[in-house]
């Protein structure tokens, strides 16, 4: 079992930046792709970034340019680094985890993001 813990998420200004962390624990090793996902109220769970434990990167094209992912394997964390945020970017954000045939999710971290 892998668990996964988000933090970093608040409330900001259009604009501005926030950086959320995500510590994977438990039965880390061979943890292969990690990456977060966000889900805005009404809308379908999206895919926002993803980094390969070699640190591969992939952005959806909405972030690519203001987002950054980023990842540290000795602390079993990934980050997702954002700055010029919009309002339409708020929405709770979810850390993913791949780990054999198991897809692990965080609890989910609000990020809002004001006019």
């Known amino acids: 079992q892998v668990q996964l813990v988000e933090s970093g998420g608040g409330l900001v200004q259009a604009g501005g930046s926030l950086n959320l962390s995500c510590v994977a624990s438990g039965s880390i090793f061979n943890i292969g792709v990690m990456g977060w996902y966000r889900q805005a109220p009404g809308k379908q769970r999206e895919l926002v970034a993803t980094i390969t434990s070699g640190g591969f990167t992939n952005y959806a094209d909405f972030v690519k340019g203001r987002f950054a992912i980023s990842r540290d394997n000795a602390k079993n964390t990934v980050y997702l680094q954002m700055s010029s945020l919009k309002p339409e970017d708020t929405a709770v954000y979810y850390c993913?985890?791949?780990?054999?045939?198991?897809?692990?999710w965080g609890q989910g971290t609000q990020v809002t993001v004001s006019s």
């Open positions: 993913n985890a791949r780990r054999n045939v198991f897809a692990y």
